[in-house]
Protein backbone atom coordinates (compact mmCIF):
# COMPACT_ATOMS: atom_id res chain seq x y z
CA UNK A 1 0.00 0.00 0.00
CA UNK A 2 3.38 2.30 0.26
CA UNK A 3 3.63 3.15 -3.20
CA UNK A 4 7.54 2.39 -4.82
CA UNK A 5 10.03 4.20 -3.16
CA UNK A 6 8.48 5.91 -0.65
CA UNK A 7 9.05 4.63 2.50
CA UNK A 8 9.78 7.52 4.62
CA UNK A 9 11.50 7.44 8.37
CA UNK A 10 8.76 9.48 10.26
CA UNK A 11 6.66 10.79 7.90
CA UNK A 12 3.36 9.72 6.18
CA UNK A 13 3.34 7.99 3.29
CA UNK A 14 1.55 7.98 0.08
CA UNK A 15 -1.41 5.83 0.28
CA UNK A 16 -3.22 3.64 -2.47
CA UNK A 17 -6.84 3.99 -2.12
CA UNK A 18 -8.90 1.01 -0.80
CA UNK A 19 -12.45 -0.21 -0.91
CA UNK A 20 -12.27 -2.56 1.90
CA UNK A 21 -9.03 -3.40 4.05
CA UNK A 22 -9.75 -7.16 5.71
CA UNK A 23 -8.01 -7.26 9.05
CA UNK A 24 -8.11 -10.70 10.41
CA UNK A 25 -7.13 -11.70 14.30
CA UNK A 26 -4.95 -14.78 14.92
CA UNK A 27 -4.69 -14.74 19.15
CA UNK A 28 -7.04 -13.16 22.15
CA UNK A 29 -4.12 -14.02 25.03
CA UNK A 30 -1.05 -15.34 25.42
CA UNK A 31 -1.49 -19.38 25.18
CA UNK A 32 -4.36 -19.19 22.65
CA UNK A 33 -4.26 -21.37 19.39
CA UNK A 34 -1.09 -22.58 18.26
CA UNK A 35 -2.57 -23.04 14.74
CA UNK A 36 -4.66 -20.03 14.41
CA UNK A 37 -2.27 -17.89 12.24
CA UNK A 38 -1.95 -20.26 9.63
CA UNK A 39 -5.66 -21.01 9.22
CA UNK A 40 -5.95 -17.35 9.22
CA UNK A 41 -3.74 -16.88 6.34
CA UNK A 42 -4.48 -19.68 4.17
CA UNK A 43 -8.11 -19.83 5.18
CA UNK A 44 -9.00 -16.76 2.69
CA UNK A 45 -7.92 -13.53 1.87
CA UNK A 46 -6.82 -10.98 4.47
CA UNK A 47 -4.39 -7.71 4.30
CA UNK A 48 -3.57 -7.35 7.72
CA UNK A 49 -2.85 -9.83 10.50
CA UNK A 50 -3.28 -9.06 14.31
CA UNK A 51 -2.87 -10.98 17.19
CA UNK A 52 -3.21 -9.92 21.13
CA UNK A 53 -1.34 -11.49 23.75
CA UNK A 54 -1.47 -8.98 26.62
CA UNK A 55 -3.61 -9.50 29.48
CA UNK A 56 -3.51 -7.44 32.46
CA UNK A 57 -1.92 -10.87 34.18
CA UNK A 58 0.45 -11.61 31.31
CA UNK A 59 2.94 -8.92 31.74
CA UNK A 60 3.26 -10.44 35.83
CA UNK A 61 3.92 -13.94 33.43
CA UNK A 62 6.40 -12.20 31.25
CA UNK A 63 8.30 -10.29 34.29
CA UNK A 64 8.75 -14.01 35.55
CA UNK A 65 10.00 -15.60 32.55
CA UNK A 66 12.25 -12.58 31.83
CA UNK A 67 13.35 -13.13 35.63
CA UNK A 68 14.36 -17.11 34.80
CA UNK A 69 15.75 -16.38 31.60
CA UNK A 70 16.80 -12.61 30.54
CA UNK A 71 16.48 -13.76 27.03
CA UNK A 72 12.76 -14.14 27.27
CA UNK A 73 10.12 -11.62 28.03
CA UNK A 74 7.85 -11.42 25.40
CA UNK A 75 5.12 -14.19 23.92
CA UNK A 76 7.17 -16.55 22.45
CA UNK A 77 3.99 -18.66 21.06
CA UNK A 78 3.71 -15.63 18.37
CA UNK A 79 7.37 -16.73 17.06
CA UNK A 80 6.56 -19.99 16.65
CA UNK A 81 3.52 -18.99 14.93
CA UNK A 82 5.74 -16.51 12.15
CA UNK A 83 7.46 -19.74 11.32
CA UNK A 84 4.40 -21.43 10.11
CA UNK A 85 2.97 -18.03 8.11
CA UNK A 86 5.79 -15.77 7.23
CA UNK A 87 6.61 -17.05 3.87
CA UNK A 88 3.14 -16.97 3.30
CA UNK A 89 2.71 -13.28 4.13
CA UNK A 90 5.48 -12.29 2.47
CA UNK A 91 4.24 -13.88 -0.98
CA UNK A 92 0.98 -12.23 -0.82
CA UNK A 93 1.41 -9.11 1.03
CA UNK A 94 0.11 -10.16 4.58
CA UNK A 95 1.24 -7.56 6.99
CA UNK A 96 1.69 -8.72 10.59
CA UNK A 97 0.84 -6.27 13.64
CA UNK A 98 1.22 -7.48 17.27
CA UNK A 99 1.89 -6.84 20.74
CA UNK A 100 3.54 -9.87 21.58
CA UNK A 101 6.44 -7.93 22.48
CA UNK A 102 5.57 -7.54 26.36
CA UNK A 103 8.43 -7.02 28.15
CA UNK A 104 11.28 -6.99 25.01
CA UNK A 105 9.39 -6.03 22.15
CA UNK A 106 13.66 -5.45 20.50
CA UNK A 107 14.31 -9.06 21.49
CA UNK A 108 11.61 -10.18 19.64
CA UNK A 109 11.98 -8.05 16.60
CA UNK A 110 15.58 -9.55 16.57
CA UNK A 111 14.33 -12.97 16.79
CA UNK A 112 12.02 -12.38 13.90
CA UNK A 113 14.94 -10.95 11.52
CA UNK A 114 16.97 -14.25 12.64
CA UNK A 115 13.96 -16.36 12.00
CA UNK A 116 13.63 -14.43 8.68
CA UNK A 117 17.16 -14.91 7.58
CA UNK A 118 17.19 -18.77 8.54
CA UNK A 119 14.18 -19.14 5.77
CA UNK A 120 15.87 -17.19 3.32
CA UNK A 121 13.41 -14.33 3.11
CA UNK A 122 13.76 -11.00 3.05
CA UNK A 123 11.12 -9.20 5.74
CA UNK A 124 11.36 -5.98 7.35
CA UNK A 125 10.45 -5.62 11.01
CA UNK A 126 9.61 -2.49 13.45
CA UNK A 127 9.30 -2.54 16.91
CA UNK A 128 6.97 0.31 18.53
CA UNK A 129 8.84 1.00 22.08
CA UNK A 130 7.83 3.63 25.25
CA UNK A 131 5.21 1.88 26.56
CA UNK A 132 8.10 0.87 29.69
CA UNK A 133 8.40 3.10 32.02
CA UNK A 134 9.53 1.00 34.71
CA UNK A 135 13.04 2.14 34.35
CA UNK A 136 11.78 6.08 34.45
CA UNK A 137 9.70 6.24 37.66
CA UNK A 138 11.64 8.32 39.15
CA UNK A 139 10.93 10.92 36.18
CA UNK A 140 7.79 9.93 35.58
CA UNK A 141 4.74 10.37 37.58
CA UNK A 142 2.27 8.20 37.68
CA UNK A 143 -1.41 8.96 39.62
CA UNK A 144 -3.31 6.23 40.79
CA UNK A 145 -6.40 5.40 39.31
CA UNK A 146 -9.03 6.33 39.89
CA UNK A 147 -8.50 9.27 42.78
CA UNK A 148 -5.57 10.63 41.24
CA UNK A 149 -2.94 10.02 43.95
CA UNK A 150 0.95 9.31 43.50
CA UNK A 151 1.52 5.97 42.98
CA UNK A 152 4.07 4.54 45.84
CA UNK A 153 7.17 3.13 43.60
CA UNK A 154 7.92 0.49 46.21
CA UNK A 155 8.28 -3.02 45.27
CA UNK A 156 7.22 -2.17 41.71
CA UNK A 157 7.85 -4.95 39.27
CA UNK A 158 6.38 -3.84 35.98
CA UNK A 159 5.36 -0.45 34.33
CA UNK A 160 3.72 -0.03 30.88
CA UNK A 161 1.41 3.06 29.36
CA UNK A 162 -0.98 1.93 27.57
CA UNK A 163 -0.19 3.33 23.92
CA UNK A 164 -2.10 4.15 20.69
CA UNK A 165 -2.21 3.55 17.26
CA UNK A 166 -0.01 5.87 15.68
CA UNK A 167 3.06 4.33 16.13
CA UNK A 168 1.67 1.06 14.45
CA UNK A 169 0.31 3.28 11.78
CA UNK A 170 3.96 5.15 11.37
CA UNK A 171 5.64 2.00 11.17
CA UNK A 172 3.28 0.59 8.54
CA UNK A 173 3.80 3.87 6.30
CA UNK A 174 7.53 3.21 6.65
CA UNK A 175 6.87 0.21 5.14
CA UNK A 176 7.20 -2.63 7.99
CA UNK A 177 6.10 -6.09 7.17
CA UNK A 178 6.06 -6.74 10.53
CA UNK A 179 5.43 -4.79 13.24
CA UNK A 180 6.28 -5.76 16.97
CA UNK A 181 4.93 -3.31 19.51
CA UNK A 182 5.07 -3.78 23.73
CA UNK A 183 1.95 -2.50 25.68
CA UNK A 184 -0.58 -0.58 23.13
CA UNK A 185 -3.64 -1.26 23.61
CA UNK A 186 -5.60 -3.93 22.59
CA UNK A 187 -7.73 -1.98 19.63
CA UNK A 188 -4.66 0.07 18.57
CA UNK A 189 -3.66 -3.36 16.50
CA UNK A 190 -7.16 -3.16 14.22
CA UNK A 191 -7.39 0.92 14.45
CA UNK A 192 -3.16 1.56 12.96
CA UNK A 193 -3.68 -0.70 10.16
CA UNK A 194 -7.05 1.27 9.37
CA UNK A 195 -5.18 4.40 9.71
CA UNK A 196 -2.48 3.41 7.63
CA UNK A 197 -4.51 1.86 4.71
CA UNK A 198 -6.76 5.10 4.59
CA UNK A 199 -4.92 7.96 5.68
CA UNK A 200 -7.48 9.36 8.61
CA UNK A 201 -6.48 12.01 9.95
CA UNK A 202 -5.46 11.83 13.95
CA UNK A 203 -8.85 14.22 14.54
CA UNK A 204 -11.31 11.87 12.66
CA UNK A 205 -13.39 11.09 15.60
CA UNK A 206 -16.07 9.04 14.12
CA UNK A 207 -13.83 6.75 11.88
CA UNK A 208 -11.16 6.42 14.84
CA UNK A 209 -14.04 5.49 17.31
CA UNK A 210 -15.33 2.62 14.36
CA UNK A 211 -11.88 1.87 13.92
CA UNK A 212 -11.84 1.33 17.69
CA UNK A 213 -15.01 -0.58 18.23
CA UNK A 214 -13.78 -3.16 15.10
CA UNK A 215 -10.82 -3.63 17.51
CA UNK A 216 -12.52 -4.17 20.39
CA UNK A 217 -14.54 -6.94 18.49
CA UNK A 218 -11.50 -8.59 17.39
CA UNK A 219 -9.58 -8.63 20.33
CA UNK A 220 -10.75 -11.54 22.12
CA UNK A 221 -9.89 -14.04 18.93
CA UNK A 222 -13.19 -16.63 19.00
CA UNK A 223 -15.05 -14.69 21.42
CA UNK A 224 -16.89 -12.76 18.62
CA UNK A 225 -17.45 -15.94 16.61
CA UNK A 226 -19.14 -17.99 18.97
CA UNK A 227 -16.62 -19.11 21.63
CA UNK A 228 -17.27 -18.26 25.25
CA UNK A 229 -21.49 -17.88 23.73
CA UNK A 230 -24.01 -18.24 26.52
CA UNK A 231 -25.95 -20.03 23.60
CA UNK A 232 -23.26 -22.66 23.16
CA UNK A 233 -25.56 -25.47 22.09
CA UNK A 234 -26.44 -23.49 19.01
CA UNK A 235 -22.82 -23.12 17.52
CA UNK A 236 -21.68 -24.81 15.16
CA UNK A 237 -18.20 -26.55 14.77
CA UNK A 238 -17.43 -26.06 18.66
CA UNK A 239 -15.12 -28.04 18.68
CA UNK A 240 -13.04 -26.16 16.25
CA UNK A 241 -14.47 -22.05 16.39
CA UNK A 242 -13.02 -19.96 13.56
CA UNK A 243 -11.22 -16.56 14.16
CA UNK A 244 -12.72 -13.79 13.05
CA UNK A 245 -12.12 -10.59 11.07
CA UNK A 246 -13.27 -7.29 9.80
CA UNK A 247 -13.79 -5.96 6.26
CA UNK A 248 -13.55 -2.29 6.99
CA UNK A 249 -14.50 0.68 4.74
CA UNK A 250 -12.89 4.08 4.02
CA UNK A 251 -16.50 5.47 6.04
CA UNK A 252 -15.43 3.21 9.08
CA UNK A 253 -18.36 1.22 9.18
CA UNK A 254 -17.05 -2.30 8.66
CA UNK A 255 -18.47 -6.18 8.42
CA UNK A 256 -17.28 -8.44 11.16
CA UNK A 257 -17.35 -12.23 9.78
CA UNK A 258 -14.62 -15.71 9.48
CA UNK A 259 -13.04 -17.50 7.03
CA UNK A 260 -16.02 -19.72 5.32
CA UNK A 261 -15.77 -23.46 6.62
CA UNK A 262 -14.59 -22.34 9.73
CA UNK A 263 -16.58 -23.58 12.87
CA UNK A 264 -18.87 -21.23 14.58
CA UNK A 265 -21.25 -18.25 13.69
CA UNK A 266 -20.95 -14.29 13.47
CA UNK A 267 -24.56 -13.19 14.36
CA UNK A 268 -25.78 -9.91 16.17
CA UNK A 269 -25.66 -11.89 19.49
CA UNK A 270 -21.93 -12.92 19.42
CA UNK A 271 -20.90 -9.63 18.55
CA UNK A 272 -23.30 -7.94 21.08
CA UNK A 273 -21.48 -10.29 23.76
CA UNK A 274 -18.23 -9.38 23.02
CA UNK A 275 -19.05 -5.62 22.67
CA UNK A 276 -20.31 -6.36 26.37
CA UNK A 277 -16.90 -7.44 27.45
CA UNK A 278 -14.75 -5.87 29.86
CA UNK A 279 -16.49 -2.33 29.33
CA UNK A 280 -17.88 0.38 31.60
CA UNK A 281 -20.32 2.90 30.68
CA UNK A 282 -21.23 4.52 26.88
CA UNK A 283 -17.89 5.99 26.80
CA UNK A 284 -15.07 3.67 25.67
CA UNK A 285 -11.74 5.87 25.97
CA UNK A 286 -9.08 5.04 24.18
CA UNK A 287 -5.27 6.80 23.66
CA UNK A 288 -6.56 7.75 20.05
CA UNK A 289 -10.57 8.72 20.78
CA UNK A 290 -13.22 8.02 22.63
CA UNK A 291 -15.92 5.56 20.96
CA UNK A 292 -19.81 6.24 21.68
CA UNK A 293 -20.99 2.58 22.50
CA UNK A 294 -24.69 4.17 22.85
CA UNK A 295 -24.55 4.71 19.06
CA UNK A 296 -23.28 1.57 17.89
CA UNK A 297 -25.22 -0.27 15.47
CA UNK A 298 -25.36 -3.33 14.51
CA UNK A 299 -27.19 -5.39 11.36
CA UNK A 300 -27.29 -8.86 10.04
CA UNK A 301 -25.57 -8.30 6.27
CA UNK A 302 -25.64 -12.47 5.58
CA UNK A 303 -24.69 -15.77 6.87
CA UNK A 304 -22.29 -14.67 9.53
CA UNK A 305 -22.04 -11.09 8.42
CA UNK A 306 -22.52 -8.73 10.84
CA UNK A 307 -22.52 -4.56 9.51
CA UNK A 308 -21.55 -2.46 12.27
CA UNK A 309 -22.13 1.28 11.69
CA UNK A 310 -23.46 4.49 13.32
CA UNK A 311 -20.41 4.69 16.15
CA UNK A 312 -19.68 8.34 17.09
CA UNK A 313 -16.73 9.42 18.62
CA UNK A 314 -15.46 11.61 20.67
CA UNK A 315 -11.77 13.49 22.03
CA UNK A 316 -9.63 10.97 23.44
CA UNK A 317 -9.00 11.73 27.76
CA UNK A 318 -5.99 13.70 28.66
CA UNK A 319 -4.56 10.63 30.33
CA UNK A 320 -2.95 7.79 29.03
CA UNK A 321 -3.70 4.35 31.39
CA UNK A 322 -0.77 2.51 33.02
CA UNK A 323 -0.81 -1.48 34.16
CA UNK A 324 1.22 -1.00 36.96
CA UNK A 325 1.91 -4.89 38.79
CA UNK A 326 3.54 -4.63 42.08
CA UNK A 327 4.87 -7.47 44.37
CA UNK A 328 2.56 -8.49 46.73
CA UNK A 329 3.92 -10.51 49.10
CA UNK A 330 3.79 -15.11 49.10
CA UNK A 331 0.55 -16.95 49.62
CA UNK A 332 0.06 -20.54 50.36
CA UNK A 333 -3.25 -21.87 49.64
CA UNK A 334 -4.84 -25.95 50.76
CA UNK A 335 -8.55 -27.32 50.28
CA UNK A 336 -9.75 -29.86 52.58
CA UNK A 337 -12.75 -32.36 51.17
CA UNK A 338 -15.62 -32.32 53.10
CA UNK A 339 -17.84 -35.48 52.12
CA UNK A 340 -21.78 -36.90 53.45
CA UNK A 341 -23.00 -35.91 56.42
CA UNK A 342 -22.27 -32.64 58.50
CA UNK A 343 -20.37 -30.23 56.61
CA UNK A 344 -20.66 -27.65 58.78
CA UNK A 345 -20.25 -28.73 61.48
CA UNK A 346 -16.73 -30.90 60.10
CA UNK A 347 -16.04 -27.29 57.99
CA UNK A 348 -16.01 -25.62 61.59
CA UNK A 349 -13.71 -28.25 63.09
CA UNK A 350 -11.47 -28.37 60.61
CA UNK A 351 -11.14 -24.23 61.19
CA UNK A 352 -10.48 -24.15 64.92
CA UNK A 353 -7.93 -27.37 64.40
CA UNK A 354 -5.59 -25.53 62.08
CA UNK A 355 -6.06 -21.82 63.35
CA UNK A 356 -4.61 -23.23 66.29
CA UNK A 357 -1.75 -25.54 65.15
CA UNK A 358 0.04 -22.41 62.85
CA UNK A 359 -0.98 -19.70 65.66
CA UNK A 360 -4.15 -18.35 64.94
CA UNK A 361 -5.41 -16.22 61.40
CA UNK A 362 -3.74 -13.29 63.22
CA UNK A 363 -0.47 -14.14 62.33
CA UNK A 364 -0.59 -13.66 58.95
CA UNK A 365 -1.11 -10.31 56.93
CA UNK A 366 -4.33 -11.54 54.96
CA UNK A 367 -6.51 -14.74 55.38
CA UNK A 368 -9.51 -16.27 53.62
CA UNK A 369 -11.60 -18.99 54.54
CA UNK A 370 -14.27 -20.10 51.72
CA UNK A 371 -16.60 -23.28 52.05
CA UNK A 372 -17.36 -24.51 48.52
CA UNK A 373 -21.04 -26.59 48.86
CA UNK A 374 -21.06 -29.09 46.17
CA UNK A 375 -22.53 -31.22 48.06
CA UNK A 376 -25.93 -32.78 47.17
CA UNK A 377 -28.47 -34.27 49.29
CA UNK A 378 -28.98 -38.51 49.25
CA UNK A 379 -25.73 -38.23 46.38
CA UNK A 380 -25.64 -40.31 43.45
CA UNK A 381 -21.67 -40.74 43.30
CA UNK A 382 -19.13 -40.54 46.23
CA UNK A 383 -18.14 -37.00 44.07
CA UNK A 384 -21.47 -35.62 44.23
CA UNK A 385 -21.40 -35.74 48.26
CA UNK A 386 -18.07 -33.46 48.34
CA UNK A 387 -17.78 -30.19 49.27
CA UNK A 388 -14.51 -27.89 49.70
CA UNK A 389 -13.25 -25.89 52.48
CA UNK A 390 -10.64 -23.79 51.03
CA UNK A 391 -7.32 -21.97 53.31
CA UNK A 392 -5.68 -19.44 51.65
CA UNK A 393 -2.85 -17.26 53.68
CA UNK A 394 -0.96 -14.37 52.61
CA UNK A 395 1.93 -12.47 53.86
CA UNK A 396 5.36 -10.48 53.44
CA UNK A 397 7.20 -12.98 54.80
CA UNK A 398 7.44 -16.18 52.66
CA UNK A 399 8.71 -18.58 55.29
CA UNK A 400 5.29 -17.86 57.48
CA UNK A 401 2.80 -19.00 55.00
CA UNK A 402 5.26 -21.66 53.66
CA UNK A 403 5.62 -25.13 54.55
CA UNK A 404 4.52 -24.84 58.64
CA UNK A 405 1.09 -23.42 57.64
CA UNK A 406 0.58 -26.34 54.76
CA UNK A 407 2.34 -29.00 56.44
CA UNK A 408 -0.25 -28.74 59.62
CA UNK A 409 -2.86 -29.27 57.76
CA UNK A 410 -1.44 -32.59 56.09
CA UNK A 411 -0.69 -33.26 60.08
CA UNK A 412 -4.22 -33.68 60.55
CA UNK A 413 -5.11 -36.48 58.38
CA UNK A 414 -5.27 -39.40 60.24
CA UNK A 415 -6.57 -37.58 63.37
CA UNK A 416 -9.62 -35.16 62.97
CA UNK A 417 -13.17 -35.46 60.85
CA UNK A 418 -13.99 -38.72 58.71
CA UNK A 419 -13.16 -38.97 55.48
CA UNK A 420 -10.14 -36.07 55.51
CA UNK A 421 -8.30 -35.54 52.63
CA UNK A 422 -6.25 -32.51 50.73
CA UNK A 423 -7.10 -31.86 47.03
CA UNK A 424 -2.96 -31.86 46.63
CA UNK A 425 -0.14 -32.53 48.20
CA UNK A 426 1.05 -29.38 50.57
CA UNK A 427 2.99 -26.43 48.57
CA UNK A 428 5.45 -23.82 49.83
CA UNK A 429 4.51 -20.43 49.92
CA UNK A 430 4.69 -18.84 46.14
CA UNK A 431 4.53 -14.99 45.39
CA UNK A 432 1.99 -13.51 44.42
CA UNK A 433 1.45 -9.84 42.12
CA UNK A 434 -1.10 -7.12 42.64
CA UNK A 435 -2.22 -5.08 39.60
CA UNK A 436 -2.84 -1.33 39.84
CA UNK A 437 -4.15 0.80 37.55
CA UNK A 438 -2.72 4.35 36.87
CA UNK A 439 -2.08 7.42 34.81
CA UNK A 440 0.10 9.22 33.20
CA UNK A 441 0.48 12.35 31.74
CA UNK A 442 -0.03 11.87 27.55
CA UNK A 443 3.01 13.86 26.85
CA UNK A 444 5.52 12.10 28.80
CA UNK A 445 5.24 8.82 27.06
CA UNK A 446 6.19 9.35 23.58
CA UNK A 447 6.29 6.45 21.34
CA UNK A 448 9.34 5.31 19.48
CA UNK A 449 9.48 3.37 15.88
CA UNK A 450 12.66 1.67 15.07
CA UNK A 451 12.49 0.54 11.37
CA UNK A 452 15.85 -0.87 9.47
CA UNK A 453 18.12 0.50 12.02
CA UNK A 454 16.40 4.04 12.41
CA UNK A 455 14.44 5.47 14.76
CA UNK A 456 11.96 8.20 15.28
CA UNK A 457 9.53 9.64 17.45
CA UNK A 458 6.31 10.14 18.21
CA UNK A 459 4.42 12.31 20.67
CA UNK A 460 1.36 10.20 22.37
CA UNK A 461 -0.64 13.93 22.70
CA UNK A 462 -3.62 14.42 20.37
CA UNK A 463 -5.08 17.32 18.89
CA UNK A 464 -7.33 17.50 21.12
CA UNK A 465 -8.46 16.17 24.39
CA UNK A 466 -10.70 16.11 27.11
CA UNK A 467 -11.90 14.59 30.85
CA UNK A 468 -14.11 11.22 29.80
CA UNK A 469 -17.32 12.09 31.80
CA UNK A 470 -20.59 9.20 32.30
CA UNK A 471 -22.83 7.83 30.01
CA UNK A 472 -25.73 10.69 28.75
CA UNK A 473 -28.94 9.52 29.91
CA UNK A 474 -30.13 6.71 28.16
CA UNK A 475 -33.82 6.59 27.24
CA UNK A 476 -36.00 4.52 29.63
CA UNK A 477 -38.45 2.24 27.59
CA UNK A 478 -41.85 1.98 28.91
CA UNK A 479 -42.22 -1.34 31.74
CA UNK A 480 -44.12 -3.96 30.42
CA UNK A 481 -48.27 -4.58 32.21
CA UNK A 482 -48.40 -6.73 34.84
CA UNK A 483 -48.57 -10.53 32.82
CA UNK A 484 -48.68 -13.61 34.52
CA UNK A 485 -45.75 -14.78 35.46
CA UNK A 486 -43.25 -17.57 36.10
CA UNK A 487 -40.20 -18.70 37.76
CA UNK A 488 -37.62 -19.29 35.73
CA UNK A 489 -33.53 -19.00 35.13
CA UNK A 490 -32.78 -15.07 34.18
CA UNK A 491 -31.04 -17.15 31.55
CA UNK A 492 -34.11 -18.38 29.76
CA UNK A 493 -34.25 -14.85 28.32
CA UNK A 494 -30.95 -13.74 27.97
CA UNK A 495 -27.20 -13.92 27.30
CA UNK A 496 -24.40 -12.81 29.54
CA UNK A 497 -20.37 -12.13 29.46
CA UNK A 498 -18.35 -11.09 32.31
CA UNK A 499 -14.85 -10.13 32.62
CA UNK A 500 -12.10 -8.63 35.01
CA UNK A 501 -10.54 -4.86 34.72
CA UNK A 502 -7.98 -5.10 37.69
CA UNK A 503 -9.77 -5.36 40.97
CA UNK A 504 -13.25 -4.68 39.32
CA UNK A 505 -15.55 -7.09 37.12
CA UNK A 506 -18.48 -6.18 34.99
CA UNK A 507 -21.78 -8.23 33.69
CA UNK A 508 -22.94 -7.40 30.19
CA UNK A 509 -26.55 -8.82 29.63
CA UNK A 510 -28.39 -8.57 26.67
CA UNK A 511 -31.90 -10.27 25.83
CA UNK A 512 -32.65 -11.90 22.85
CA UNK A 513 -36.21 -10.80 22.21
CA UNK A 514 -36.03 -7.04 21.69
CA UNK A 515 -39.71 -7.07 23.37
CA UNK A 516 -37.81 -8.29 26.55
CA UNK A 517 -35.77 -5.57 26.47
CA UNK A 518 -38.45 -3.10 28.18
CA UNK A 519 -38.84 -6.02 31.21
CA UNK A 520 -35.49 -6.16 31.69
CA UNK A 521 -34.59 -2.44 32.29
CA UNK A 522 -37.71 -2.26 34.68
CA UNK A 523 -36.41 -5.52 36.42
CA UNK A 524 -32.77 -6.16 36.49
CA UNK A 525 -32.01 -3.02 38.95
CA UNK A 526 -28.93 -2.59 40.92
CA UNK A 527 -30.78 -3.93 44.19
CA UNK A 528 -31.91 -6.95 42.10
CA UNK A 529 -28.43 -7.62 40.90
CA UNK A 530 -27.03 -7.10 44.32
CA UNK A 531 -29.69 -9.60 45.54
CA UNK A 532 -28.41 -12.23 42.89
CA UNK A 533 -24.95 -11.60 43.00
CA UNK A 534 -24.38 -11.74 46.39
CA UNK A 535 -20.44 -11.54 46.74
CA UNK A 536 -21.81 -8.06 45.10
CA UNK A 537 -24.09 -7.10 48.02
CA UNK A 538 -21.60 -4.93 49.72
CA UNK A 539 -19.94 -3.35 46.84
CA UNK A 540 -20.32 -0.77 44.83
CA UNK A 541 -22.48 -1.77 42.08
CA UNK A 542 -23.14 0.62 38.37
CA UNK A 543 -25.91 -0.20 36.12
CA UNK A 544 -24.96 1.14 31.91
CA UNK A 545 -28.58 0.66 29.78
CA UNK A 546 -27.71 0.44 26.32
CA UNK A 547 -30.67 -0.12 24.06
CA UNK A 548 -28.74 0.41 21.07
CA UNK A 549 -27.72 -3.35 21.89
CA UNK A 550 -30.83 -4.19 23.74
CA UNK A 551 -28.05 -4.83 26.64
CA UNK A 552 -27.19 -3.56 30.43
CA UNK A 553 -23.79 -3.79 31.82
CA UNK A 554 -22.72 -3.65 35.53
CA UNK A 555 -19.87 -2.82 36.72
CA UNK A 556 -18.78 -4.03 40.47
CA UNK A 557 -15.79 -2.41 41.94
CA UNK A 558 -13.40 -4.18 43.66
CA UNK A 559 -14.82 -7.67 43.50
CA UNK A 560 -11.72 -8.83 42.33
CA UNK A 561 -9.34 -7.50 44.83
CA UNK A 562 -6.00 -6.85 43.63
CA UNK A 563 -6.52 -8.45 40.25
CA UNK A 564 -6.44 -12.08 38.76
CA UNK A 565 -2.84 -13.03 40.25
CA UNK A 566 -4.02 -11.92 44.33
CA UNK A 567 -7.30 -12.54 44.72
CA UNK A 568 -8.30 -16.13 46.59
CA UNK A 569 -11.61 -16.56 44.26
CA UNK A 570 -12.28 -20.20 42.41
CA UNK A 571 -12.57 -18.04 39.40
CA UNK A 572 -9.93 -15.08 39.59
CA UNK A 573 -11.07 -13.11 36.53
CA UNK A 574 -14.60 -13.57 36.60
CA UNK A 575 -15.45 -15.28 33.75
CA UNK A 576 -18.04 -17.16 34.42
CA UNK A 577 -19.79 -14.64 36.97
CA UNK A 578 -22.06 -13.89 33.66
CA UNK A 579 -22.88 -17.41 33.30
CA UNK A 580 -24.05 -17.56 37.60
CA UNK A 581 -26.07 -14.67 37.26
CA UNK A 582 -28.29 -17.06 34.08
CA UNK A 583 -28.66 -19.61 36.35
CA UNK A 584 -30.55 -17.41 39.13
CA UNK A 585 -34.48 -17.61 39.57
CA UNK A 586 -36.20 -14.69 38.74
CA UNK A 587 -40.21 -13.70 37.87
CA UNK A 588 -40.35 -13.58 34.56
CA UNK A 589 -43.51 -12.53 32.19
CA UNK A 590 -44.92 -16.17 30.93
CA UNK A 591 -45.12 -14.42 27.35
CA UNK A 592 -41.30 -13.47 27.21
CA UNK A 593 -40.28 -17.76 27.75
CA UNK A 594 -39.39 -19.10 24.25
CA UNK A 595 -41.37 -21.79 23.71
Known amino acids: M ?53 AELTMALLWRARRRDSTRGYAHTFLRQMEDVMGVCVERGIRVVSNAGGLAPTRLADELNELAYRLGLSVTVATVTGDDLTDRLGEVEIRSFPNGGRVETDLILTANAYLGCAGIAAALDAGADIVVCGRVTDAALVMG ?147 GLDIPEKAEAVEHTLWQAVGGPDRFADHDVKLIRSDHPDPASNEEAMAYLRFTVYDPDRDEVGRAFSNAAVEMALAHYPGMFLTSPPGDATPFTIFEPGLVARGAVPMTVTIRGESFTISSDGPAVQDVRGDEPAP ?70 FPNLYALNFEIRGLLGGGAAANPRVDPQAKSLGEYLRARLVEIPAALIPR
Open 476 to 545: TPEPPSDDATVTAPLGEVVGARSGDKGSDANVGVWVRDPAAFPWLVATLTVDLFRRLVPDAADLEVERHV
Open 2 to 54: VEAGQEPIGGRSIVVAMDVVRIANCSGFFGDRLAAAKEMVDGGPIDFLTGDYL
Open 193 to 339: PAVHAFGWPPDDWDRLASALVAGHILECGAQATGGNFSFFREVPGLEHVGFPLVEMRSDGSFVVTKHPGTGGMVTTETVTAQLLYEIGGHRYANPDVTARFDTIRLREAGPDRVEVSGVLGEPPPPDLKVAVTRLGGYRNQVTFVLT
